[in-house]
């Protein structure tokens, strides 16, 4: 069903968090992954390059305080298709400027945003010849004049393509409803939901609009929300009056999706695969992989899985005595130690004692049982074996000079 949503922001050249924010407005709605049609008049321009340089040249030619453009965010109605939506926005745009100020919309209708299609339209309020403002936007109510013509013009296309649903700006109070409103949402806010996650409410320090008196403010969120999310609030609301239409489509809406996303699930997990629930400790793995979906081989004792994994070939070392040890143990019934645990190779030579250590040699070649002991250099050179040591014979540089000049 068609419904109401408008939202009115300005840019000013002062108020502005960094300079050119309007230019780069123009980037932002005019994106490929999300614009699926363009309309605009009165901008010299044919791309959205050269309409954020139109709206740089003006906001250095503009006043130090003035105010570069409007930005205007509009609900398309679902019952329009995409020429639809673009008449009805071009009659809007056309009727609020009187036809002198320049204007550019960007429609979203596709990807993620076909089933929410907006409009982003862009207003620069002056006159393209005289650069006099004509829609006044900066003035008392113009942001309800925004909204009364957008109601009207939307009416009337629905109207005009045989629809019987009508949008209206006013409150649920005003229009004699009794319900209670509910809140915004948002994407995140709903894809939270739909995973089971639960926000945590907290204090926050949020930025205020630049001009501000102060740069931040704080927000207590846990005495505003008090640990409910919106989606959960929503839900609570409409659970406490009758169901409306829109909620009922709302909810068909919903359950052809889980169905999908069901047979998507089913084309990659056969019906037939074990249910993935967490297992107690020590207990046989029977289910299926989760992702591979292999059927699972029985389960081994742990004792089992070591000699399996003692008995595999190992690589032998370089040193003799290890590549005995190993052709010993290698040879040796695995069998599991008292407390259930096999020692492993490395920890089974250590057991053996200094008799299975490999040899080292001393620097006159005597052997030694015990390692020797490491020096630096700076202890090596204050030992008496260095004292001792001859120093090699100095060259003799006269001698490569004389055979250097001979050459």
Known sequence: MAIYSLHHSPVGKSTQAQPYTAAAHIGYITRKNAMS??????IPAASPR???AYLRQCEDTDRKNARVIDKLMLALPR????????????????????????????????????ANPHCHLVLRDRDFETNRRVIGTSEKGSTERLRQKWEEHANRALERA?????????????QGLEREPTIHEGPQAQ???????????KRRSLRNRPGSRDSHRTVDYRSIDRG?????VNRAIRQGRPESEKDLWEAVDRDNVNREQQALRDIHRPPDSG?????????????EHPRLHLPAREAIPKEARRVEADRVERPPLGNPVYQTRHSEIKNETAEPSAKGKRPSFSQRLRQEGAESRPLSLDRQGAQNDQPKEKRSFSKWLRSPEAKNTKAPPAKDKSRDQDQERER
Do not use: C, N
């Not at 045989?162 to 005003?174: F, P, S």
């Open 228 to 232: 409910v999310s919106r989606p959960q």
């Open 37 to 42: 049609q363009m309309r605009f008049e009165r």
């Open 162 to 174: 045989g629809h019987r649903e009508r949008i209206d700006r006013r409150t649920l109070k005003a």
């Open 79 to 114: 019952e329009l298709d995409s020429a639809q939506r673009a008449e009805l926005v071009r009659g809007y745009a056309e009727d609020i400027t009187e036809g002198r100020a320049p204007w550019l919309a960007a429609f979203h209708e596709k990807g993620k945003d076909k």
């Open 275 to 287: 249910k993935v629930v967490p297992f107690p400790k020590g207990a046989q793995k029977t289910t």
């Open 50 to 52: 050269q309409m954020a």
């Open 191 to 201: 894809a939270m939901d739909k995973r089971g996650a639960r926000p945590t409410s």
